[in-house]
């Protein structure tokens, strides 16, 4: 849905290469909105364009997971240090 400026141009081109689906203002309803939606999730000429988005996603997680199990980790140490302090007296 193009709103301003050059968007317009840049969805009707990007429309032609077979990448985007324009929806008007006009036109816009939710059975359209709907078709259009589905239509994204299921032909298999979007998905291809999307590789790279869940690449990213995905990449993003595994990271998230990471630092996520180093502080765990940092923490069981700690806590293994603090627990486990035989006193020397």
């Not at 990448?19 to 000429?45: G, P, Q, Y």
């Not at 806590?79 to 302090?85: D, N, S």
Request: overall charge positive.
């Amino acid at each position: 849905m193009p709103v301003f400026g050059d968007q317009k141009g840049n969805v009707v081109a990007a429309e032609t290469d077979g990448w985007v689906r324009m929806l008007k203002w006009e036109e816009l309803t939710e059975k359209t909105l709907f078709s259009a939606i589905m239509d994204t999730m299921h032909n298999i000429r979007y998905q291809i364009y999307n590789m790279d988005a869940w690449a990213f996603i995905i990449s993003v997680v595994i990271l998230l997971l990471s630092l996520f199990f180093l502080i765990l980790k940092y923490f069981y140490k700690c806590l293994k240090r603090r627990l486990f302090k035989i006193k020397t007296e």
